[in-house]
Structure formats: C-alpha cells, structure tokens
C-alpha cells in the first residue's frame, strides 16, 4: 500500500528547551483516535491531552482538537464505528497542520506520555513528518500499560491491562472512551493513582 500523502523533504531539528531534568519537566499525557491502525497510510482524527505539572501533578492545560480525515478511502470503517465518527461530529475539524501545530506549542519540552504511548507516538511522528514539522517533546516517552503491566502483573484482577481494566481498578470513570481527550484524561487519572499507591 502507498501512503496517502507525501512526506515534507525538509523538516527543522527540533528546538532546545529550557524546562530543566526530567523531574522537573511538565508530562503531556496524549491520546489519538485515528482512522485506523496504520501510521502513515491512516490518519490522525482526534487529538486529546492533558499537561501537568511534575512533582505536583496539577493540570495546567487541556488540548483537544479534531482533525479532518483527507482520505476516507484508507479508513477502517471499524475504526470509524469505534471512535463514533460523524459528519456532524467533525464539522468544526480543523487541519492537521493546524492541530499538530497547536499541540505543538502546548507540549513544548514536555515528556510525552500515554497508554500504549508507542502506537500513539508512532501517529504523531507520521504526522509531524506529513506537515514538516519537528518532534516538539523531550525525547524520553512514558508509557502507562508498561508500568501497569510491571507493578500489577500478579494481580489477579488484571487479565489485559486496557484502560479500561485500569480505570476500574482504581474507581476512575471515562465519561466518553474512544473520545481523545477523555482518554487522556483517564490515562492521567490512572497514572495519579498509580503514584498515589507506590
């Protein structure tokens, strides 16, 4: 399969930040709902996330933003279904220039991180590499399930370590999963918890 669009020839090395160690940098939690789950051949439709601060953990910034689909010929009417895609639900979508450009500014320096960070990133470099723009985030990634997956792998109340199973572990409510931002919202609620109970 070809993919749907051409990669920018030229993309700018990513600036130095001054937010200091990785203790003390701001943590991006981010979620994407895509058109499928092939990076560079589906695409982002859904950006949702969450900026805290490191130690305290306090929200400083919400992000959520969806992005129309340029090629609904290369999207999974599975994933379609799953996100709940509509016409009416995307009629004010923007670019995603315009989104990962947005995203970029909030997540400036920030340490990314997510639940299954790795299909999530995979995305966002695909885009980033569409739209000609450099990798915005400190270059260390945090992923949510690994960290589950490692302190609760004996739990016998964990069979798949979802976000789902996460959520109901710690009595956390997803008001609207598959939607960007209330993942990311639940992926931080999680992580909370997590610290809470080291």
């Known amino acids: 399969m070809q993919p749907s669009y051409q990669l920018a020839k030229e993309i700018p090395e990513p600036e130095k930040t001054d937010k200091g160690p990785m203790k003390n940098r701001p943590i991006l939690f981010l979620d994407l709902e895509t058109t499928g789950l092939n990076p560079g051949y589906q695409e982002i439709c859904d950006i949702g996330a969450v900026l805290v601060s490191q130690p ?11 992005v129309k689909p340029e090629h609904f010929e290369t999207a999974s009417k599975e994933a379609l279904q799953i996100i709940g895609y509509t016409p009416e639900k995307w009629a004010g979508a923007i670019s995603l220039q315009q989104g990962l450009s947005e995203l970029a500014e909030i997540g400036q320096g920030a340490m990314l991180a997510g639940f299954n960070v790795t299909f999530d990133w995979a995305f966002l470099q695909a885009g980033f590499n569409q739209v000609g723009l450099p990798d915005p ?33 710690f ?28």
């Open 137 to 169: 985030f400190y270059y260390h990634r945090y992923d949510l399930m690994s960290a589950m997956f490692t302190k609760y792998y004996d739990n016998n109340k964990f069979s798949r370590f979802s976000l789902s199973e996460c959520c109901r572990f």
């Open 171 to 198: 009595g956390i409510t997803n008001r609207a999963a598959h939607t960007a931002l209330s993942d990311a919202e639940a992926t931080y609620e999680v992580y909370a918890a997590m610290m809470r109970a080291v």
């Open 56 to 66: 305290g953990l306090e929200i400083l910034q919400k992000f959520e933003r969806k």
